[in-house]
């Protein structure tokens, strides 16, 4: 079956340090691919998204490149903030689809 | 403000309550969702509305209980729960287009607590 999976957390950095947090996705055909965040006490936001193989995502100085021949969605950040310490969701949908696969979860944590 | 709004934001029930959850979305979706978050347990979908009618129930107990009026509305309904249904409960939505690239957008959830 579809499934996506990322890099076990917590992931924990200084604020300014460059930030990958990898994910691999196994699925048939074209799925979209999506990045979403969970701030402390808060719901799922979509912190960014790719359609197509070689598309990339961007928002917020967040970015990913939908890599069809590695099967990965890897997201990265050039210089952490305190404020982004989330728990960070990658996730795909099927093509013509409506029902989201989510990988595990991985935490960041960013100190001052 | 995502454009799903749940109430209420937190709640807190006695296994033998009758409460329900309520989620509506101002985006003109179609299609709408409830998932269920526990700590330490990969997110759940629940349910799958589209065009109101119940395309997915993901072997959710009758306990739980959804009802989609029309397509801007969704609620849970909650009955005789157990503790272990205490959760995040996320409420979503999404635009079926017949096309790739269907994004769902969450609500900030509902913390239940069930005691």
């Known amino acids: 079956g579809d499934s996506v999976t990322q890099m076990e957390g917590p992931v924990t950095l200084s604020e300014e340090a460059f930030l990958t947090i990898n994910c691999t996705y196994t699925a048939t055909g074209y799925p979209s691919l999506f990045w979403y965040v969970q701030y402390p006490g808060e719901g799922l936001q979509l912190l960014l998204k790719a359609t197509k193989a070689d598309d990339k995502g961007s928002n917020k100085g967040f970015e990913a490149t939908y890599r069809k021949e590695t099967t990965s969605f890897h997201l990265e950040k050039g210089s952490v903030q305190v404020s982004d310490s989330a728990v960070y969701f990658c996730a795909l949908i099927k093509e013509e689809g409506n029902k989201l696969v989510f990988g595990a979860g991985t935490i960041l944590r960013v100190k001052s | 403000e995502t454009g799903v709004t749940q109430t209420p934001r937190h709640l807190v029930m006695g296994m033998t309550n009758k409460k329900s959850l309520k989620c509506e979305q101002h985006?003109?979706?179609?299609?709408m969702y409830w998932y269920k978050q526990s700590a330490k347990k990969p997110l759940e979908l629940m349910f799958v509305y589209n065009f109101k009618e119940q395309t997915e129930n993901n072997s959710v107990p009758s306990r739980f209980s959804p009802e989609c009026p029309n397509s801007s509305h969704l609620f849970l309904h909650l009955h005789t729960l157990q503790p272990e249904d205490s959760a995040l409960y996320l409420c979503?939505?999404?635009?079926?287009?017949?096309?790739?690239?269907?994004?769902?957008?969450f609500g900030e959830g509902s913390w239940l607590t069930v005691v």
């Open positions: 979503a939505s999404s635009q079926l287009t017949g096309h790739s690239g269907n994004t769902i957008y």
């Open positions: 985006l003109g979706h179609n299609a």
